[in-house]
């Protein structure tokens, strides 16, 4: 066996978990090595929105400890041990002023993002949903190509980035001249981007804090490899001393995190743990095979099994793109809760408050036994807000009834026949939502009934409730809607310092799991946007700050 390369810590994934945990330990003045089975850094992370839900930090002094304590407590419950939850409230204001004040991360607190249950005790509407702030790629220099690109489908002219932000000034840019002045210099901008690359550099969402925290670790002197699968974790003594990957070994002085993602292209947990019948999409890239958990659960660790759901969930629609591959994209808050338009079951029945969270809009589709069901809206709808992957003010719907992403109908009847469903049923769901509409009120449902939704719904919207509407005239359209993934719950059962436990409960020395890879502090519930990146973020700095307590003893 060829000699082991010696490190302090060996960090296994590059999503935000294992990026924050090798920024942690360079600070720490650790010697780190990172290592990625794919060919880009980033992971899921890099393909999100980028927002990390992190109460009470720096960033947002008006929130309370106490509450959100008891927002937990409420939307969790006995989910997940109490002794998670609260390392998680104590250790995420320490993480963001450690990497915040490096410059490790640019976060800040969107203006109005309220959590997702704002109806229950310590909630709030502002301030614990931190945003990554845009960022140069082309400070990376060559290194720019590492960073895993976001899905096609979030870019516009042909690789540009876009916000929320942005979004907002493109729609109004003919209407506005500040909205004119910051479209424009978005265009040139990444027009000169794309004279020297295959796409723009103005990195925004989860790119910019992917391309953010790489160029820390890259001026930290922070050892990347990618395409480095590591094949067992070795353990000797008891205790996790290194990898090897081949013939070769790595050894690990202070530790070894593993942070790999979770298990949503694990085809044997994916079956063992979701529920029946199994969603076939997934939103998670397809390189996230739960081999970290393999490695954990081959050293001793142990899965979590109790929590309400295996995952976290989001309705999607999927279509073949040009180049074959397949787009799976995630109806998170564009276009369900807006007025307008409503989601049915098999039969043409309306069955779920369509401007929930996209987790409670897959929960509601499970049991109505909705598996699949189809949003469906006139055309326009789909000129003013869009429909998944059809941006707002296409015209032209043709192509995309021809591809077969959406099923067209000049009337009730006919979309009624076109996605399957009862005639009669599906008149009686229209006019219940012009109903419901007229009064401002969905008393099936309780749709635009609390601040969460009514803040994903349209404040221009002339009528009592921002997310109910008429569905108009025809032609209607409608878009297939499948349950997937969005990243796994369940994953190793660790202590508050993110180490791995056995089977007996106690922590196995020098082994530590985050991310996906480690069981969610949230269990299977979903309390806020960015529940996934901000726990990741938090226990990737626990365990690299607790790993570097045994190279100062």
């Known amino acids: 066996m060829d000699e082991a390369e010696e490190f302090d810590l060996v960090v296994i994934g590059a999503g935000a978990a294992g990026l924050a945990a090798s920024a942690t330990a360079a600070l720490a003045g650790l010697r780190v090595v990172l290592l990625e089975a794919s060919d880009r850094v980033g992971g899921t992370c890099a393909i999100s929105a980028g927002c990390a839900w992190l109460p009470n930090t720096m960033l947002s002094r008006e929130d309370d400890p106490d509450a959100a304590r008891q927002y937990l407590d409420h939307v969790v419950g006995n989910d997940s041990r109490a002794e998670m939850r609260e390392a998680f409230l104590a250790r995420a204001p320490e993480m963001v002023a450690e990497l915040q004040n490096a410059g490790a991360i640019d976060l800040a607190p969107f203006a109005h993002h309220p959590d997702y249950h704002t109806d229950l005790p310590g909630a709030v509407t502002r301030g614990r949903a931190l945003g990554a702030q845009p960022f140069d790629g082309r400070k990376l220099g060559s290194a720019f190509r590492l960073v895993k690109p976001p899905l ?107 942070c790999t993602g979770g298990f949503s292209h694990h085809a044997r947990l994916r079956q063992d743990l979701f529920p029946d019948p199994v969603a076939e999409q997934s939103v998670v890239p397809d390189t996230n095979t739960g081999g970290g958990v393999d490695l954990l659960l081959g050293a001793g660790g142990q899965l979590e099994r109790g929590y309400s759901n295996a995952a976290f969930w989001a309705p999607a629609s999927v279509r073949t793109r040009s180049d074959g591959s397949k787009a799976v994209f995630p109806h998170l808050l564009l276009d369900r809760a807006k007025p307008g338009i409503i989601a049915v079951d098999a039969s043409g029945r309306r069955f779920v408050d369509e401007s929930t969270s996209y987790h409670r809009f897959v929960e509601g589709m499970y049991q109505a036994g909705a598996i699949t069901c189809h949003l469906v809206c006139n055309a326009a709808f789909i000129r003013q807000y869009g429909l998944g992957v059809i941006r707002p003010m296409t015209r032209r719907l043709g192509p995309w009834v021809a591809e077969g992403y959406l099923a067209e109908g000049r009337d009730i009847k006919a979309i009624a026949t076109a996605i399957g469903a009862d005639p009669a049923v599906l008149a009686d769901s229209f006019a219940r939502n012009d109903r419901y509409a007229a009064e401002g009120r969905d008393p099936e449902f309780n749709r635009g009934s609390t601040a969460y939704s009514r803040n994903l719904g349209d404040p221009d919207h002339i009528g009592p409730n921002p997310c109910l509407g008429p569905m108009g005239e025809g032609p209607y359209y409608a878009v297939r809607l499948h349950p997937a993934d969005i990243g796994t719950a369940m994953g190793i059962v660790t202590d508050t310092e993110a180490r791995v436990l056995d089977a007996a409960g106690a922590p196995i020395p020098g082994l530590y799991a985050a991310g996906a890879d480690m069981a969610s502090v949230m269990g299977g519930s979903y309390p806020g946007p960015g529940i996934t990146i901000g726990p990741a973020l938090t226990f990737g700095h626990v365990a690299a700050r607790h790993a570097a307590t045994s190279k100062e003893t």
């Open 152 to 258: 096609p489908e979030f870019t516009i002219m042909g690789g540009m980035m876009v916000d929320r932000t942005d979004i907002g000034h493109l729609l109004r840019a003919t209407r506005n001249l500040a909205s004119f002045r910051h479209a424009a210099g978005l265009m040139l901008r990444h027009g000169r981007d794309r004279l020297t690359g295959p796409r723009g550099r103005r990195l925004v969402m989860g790119n910019a804090l992917v391309g953010r925290l790489l160029a820390f670790l890259i001026d930290r002197g922070v050892e990347i490899r990618t395409g480095c699968r590591v094949d067992r974790i070795v353990v000797s003594d008891g205790r996790a001393t290194g990898v090897a990957i081949g013939k070769q070994q790595i050894a690990a002085h202070c530790g070894i995190v593993v």
